[in-house]
């Protein structure tokens, strides 16, 4: 394969879109998208500009809801993808267009539903909601103090009961009728055909 060196301002080749809750100093919940996150076994890793009220919230109060929406929710994301939670706001991002908003709920159309273990409160419109606490925060090298990585340990889980399918003995989740959503290069997708399965695949 030929290649060519790029120089792109956005690599976003594709991750799956989700919307951080965290709690406002007031007891109100914040709502920021973000595609920079992954899970590995109990543990969300995410990256979050500095600027954001996101993560000025974080750094008073860990606690967190990762609502992940699934595809059909995009334009309740884009919404809300040009307002920051912060009343002010950064000069470079008030010439991006960005705009406060301090009700991220209902200017996206969300509605919230109550937490079980922490303070913010979850997206009802999001099929899985995972409730969970920091417990560590990292400066990206190269980024000038803007950009950190942080990680959450996960306290709770919910899915949307039409993603399960319930027995007496196991609940699997619904692969198939899964439908995330994706942002490459700012354009939102969702998923194919699937194509075939790991060889630990059990479900
Ligand atoms: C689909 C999408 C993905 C985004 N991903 C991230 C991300 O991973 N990290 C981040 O800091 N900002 C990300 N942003 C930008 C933030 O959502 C934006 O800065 C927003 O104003 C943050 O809200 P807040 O200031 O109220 O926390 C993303 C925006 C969109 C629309």
Redesign the pocket.
């Known amino acids: 394969m030929r290649t060519q060196q790029v120089d792109f301002t956005s690599l976003y080749f594709g991750t799956p879109?989700a919307i951080?809750s965290?709690q406002n100093p007031n007891g109100t919940t914040?709502?920021?998208?973000?595609?920079?996150?992954w899970i590995l076994d109990k543990s969300i890793v995410?990256?979050?500009?500095t600027?954001?009220?996101?993560?000025e919230?974080l750094i008073e109060n860990p606690d967190i809801v990762l609502n992940i929406p699934d595809s059909k929710l995009w334009g309740n994301?884009?919404l809300i993808?040009?307002?920051?939670?912060?009343e002010y706001l950064p000069e470079f991002?008030k010439e991006m267009g960005?705009l406060f908003?301090k009700d991220?709920f209902s200017c996206g159309g969300f509605h919230e539903v109550k937490s079980i273990n922490v303070g913010p409160g979850r997206i009802k419109e999001c099929p899985i909601q995972i409730e969970a606490r920091v417990v560590g925060h990292r400066y990206l090298g190269g980024a000038g103090g803007n950009?950190v990585s942080m990680d959450a340990g996960i306290l709770c889980v919910h899915v949307a009961e039409e993603l399960l399918n319930c027995t007496n003995h196991n609940t699997r989740f619904i692969v198939e009728k899964w439908q995330p959503l994706y942002?490459i290069f700012?354009h939102?997708f969702s998923v194919g055909e699937e194509l075939g399965t790991n060889f630990r695949c059990n479900n």
Do not use: Q
């Open positions: 879109v951080l965290s914040n709502l920021s998208p973000v595609s920079s996150w995410f990256g979050l500009g600027s954001s009220k996101c993560y919230n994301i884009e993808a040009d307002k920051t939670g912060k991002k960005y908003e991220k950009l942002y700012r939102y």
